[in-house]
């Protein structure tokens, strides 16, 4: 099948914009895994160092507010 004319050369810029958005889409994906991933692993620290004692439960509650939020 030979394809002319405007439908022809339309193709190639469709798929240009498409893999753009689908790269600024995955490329937002990924910021956000990042950011819950340094919040969870933040949580994990502050709960290893309170079941050591190294922070008291005031500390503890006071830091796992603020990295909630």
Known sequence: MRME???GMMIIPIILI??????IF???E???LKVCSVRD????ILN???VRGEISEDEY???KSTLRS
């Open 5 to 7: 004319g405007w439908s």
């Open 26 to 28: 995955n490329q937002e």
């Open 48 to 50: 290893e160092r309170f």
């Open 61 to 63: 509650n006071r830091i």
């Open 41 to 44: 692993n933040s949580l994990n």
């Open 30 to 32: 990924s910021k956000k």
């Open 18 to 23: 498409i893999a753009v958005i689908y790269l």
